[in-house]
């Protein structure tokens, strides 16, 4: 079992929907949740970070955390074009110093 | 504000050969980790260094080793190149806190390494 597990995708919705992506991770001990975006050939941009169970808004992202079930998800409304990417979910446990990746979700916006 | 910037952007190297990548952390910013993302997969990482000293590892052989220096710069250094070893290498930036601090990272543009 991966510690962090992502769908690889690809994910396709139509511009204007909500794309939805999901992470679940094994170590119960992980304590921060980060959203990161990265274009083909790009770096790792960091888009949301969550650390307490339950939503987190912020312009067109909400994460949402469930501890209780290690999960976390990202949500993304009124899907662009420029929101075709690969969405990492990255987890960490510092008491453990772990710093652990998915693979990431490759999400593509259809005009 | 400067962020995150790392040197050199590509570089080709043959197996057997040792190679120094380069990062300067953002304006700040204490700590340095690096990462090693091969083609498809998310980010790895490598090790994290602050005040000078190697505080974190991930699962890679001794041939990776790095180094802080007191302006908070790093230098990552990979010894008896593979060619498993292609790669882009980030370098992601942060401040050190407790152990239960959430400071995400910043990552750099990165240094694509392929190995002939």
């Known amino acids: 079992q991966k510690e962090v597990e992502q769908n690889s995708g690809p994910l396709s919705v139509p511009e204007g929907a909500i794309a939805s992506l999901n992470c679940t991770y094994s170590?119960?001990?992980?304590?921060?949740f980060f959203w990161y975006r990265q274009y083909s050939g790009k770096s790792p941009e960091l888009i949301m970070s969550?650390?307490?169970?339950g939503d987190k808004e912020d312009g067109r992202f909400t994460a949402q955390l469930n501890k209780a079930s290690q999960y976390v998800s990202l949500l993304i409304r009124d899907s662009q074009p420029s929101d075709s990417a690969t969405y990492l979910c990255a987890v960490t446990n510092w008491s453990a110093s772990k710093i652990i990746f998915g693979s990431g979700t490759r999400l593509s916006i259809r005009p | 504000d400067a962020g995150v910037t790392q040197s050199p952007t590509h570089l080709i190297k043959t197996r057997g050969q040792q190679v120094t990548l380069r990062c300067s952390p953002k304006s700040g910013h204490d700590t340095v980790s690096w990462y090693q993302q091969a083609l498809g997969q998310g980010p790895q990482f490598i090790f994290q260094?602050?005040?000078?000293?190697?505080?974190q590892r991930g699962n890679f052989p001794d041939r990776f080793s790095g180094h802080q220096f007191p302006n908070y710069s790093s230098e990552l250094n990979v010894n008896a190149l593979l060619l498993g070893d292609s790669a882009l290498y980030l370098c992601?930036?942060?401040?050190?806190?407790?152990?239960?601090?959430?400071?995400?990272?910043?990552f750099g543009d990165g240094t694509r390494l392929s190995i002939l």
């Open positions: 969550i650390y307490s169970n």
């Open positions: 170590d119960r001990g992980s304590q921060s």
């Open positions: 260094y602050y005040e000078e000293e190697e505080r």
């Open positions: 992601a930036s942060s401040l050190w806190g407790n152990p239960y601090s959430n400071q995400p990272q910043h």
